[in-house]
Every structure is written in structure tokens, then in C-alpha cells.
Nanobody, 127 residues
Framework: QVQLVESGGGSVQAGGSLRLSCAAT????????MGWFRQAPGKEREGVAV????????WYADSVKDRFTISQDNGENTVDLQMSSPKPEDTAVYYC????????????????????WGQGTQVTVSS
């Protein structure tokens, strides 16, 4: 059974840094797309940063470009999200997700293509 386990969430001040980690119980190299989504209260779940084409490409939401960095380590079976200079609007529950469907390459930012999800980890950014 595939499991994705997130860690590293918590509270951080704006302008600080936080690193989220997602550990998979299977080989991350088997996934076509992997990444991070988030959901703030009253909002839809949205893509934050993903790797696609089996780790060969990355996509970032405009709101986090140049601040967040995603990295996938197939040797450790992890995918991490380094959050630099977070803002209060980055406050949300962050979810790790993975897709084994090749179609995710067409729109890696879309949650509908992801069939494996972690339980989520809360990130709170204070001003």
C-alpha cells in the first residue's frame, strides 16, 4: 500500500524559512508526477510545486516562484519543499501527492490527476 507521510510543518514568522518533507513507502521513481499542494480555510486545494516527467521537470505556482524550491530524491524516496521568505498568505494545510498516470504531465498543477495523497501538515506563517 502506498503511503506518503509529510513532516516539517509548524509555525514560522514571515521572512523566515521552513522545510517540508514527504517520505514515500514505495520508490518515488515510479511516479510520473510528485509534489505539494495546499488548502487554506474556505479555499480549494491548489498546486504549489511539483516535479513531472518522472522528475525531469518542475512547475511552481506564480505565488511561490523564487521563494519555494522542490527537490526529489529517488535514493531516499522523498520529495521536499524548501519554503524561503514565507508570507502569511502561505498559511494552509500542505499535502504531498503523487501520480502514476502519464496524463499528469499535461497539467501537473491539477490535483485531479493525483491518486496518492498524504494526510497533510499545517503551516502557519505569522506577520
Amino acid at each position: 500500500q502506498v503511503q506518503l507521510v509529510e513532516s516539517g510543518g509548524g509555525s514560522v514568522q514571515a521572512g523566515g524559512s521552513l522545510r517540508l518533507s514527504c517520505a514515500a513507502t514505495t520508490y518515488t521513481s515510479r511516479y510520473v508526477c510528485m509534489g505539494w499542494f495546499r488548502q487554506a480555510p474556505g479555499k480549494e486545494r491548489e498546486g504549489v510545486a511539483v516535479t513531472y516527467r518522472s522528475g525531469g521537470s518542475t512547475w511552481y505556482a506564480d505565488s511561490v516562484k523564487d521563494r519555494f524550491t522542490i527537490s526529489q530524491d529517488n535514493g531516499e524516496n522523498t520529495v521536499d519543499l524548501q519554503m524561503s521568505s514565507p508570507k502569511p498568505e502561505d498559511t494552509a494545510v500542505y499535502y504531498c501527492a503523487a501520480s502514476s498516470a502519464g496524463i499528469c504531465n499535461n497539467a501537473p498543477w491539477s490535483r485531479i490527476w493525483y491518486n496518492y495523497w498524504g494526510q497533510g501538515t499545517q503551516v502557519t506563517v505569522s506577520s
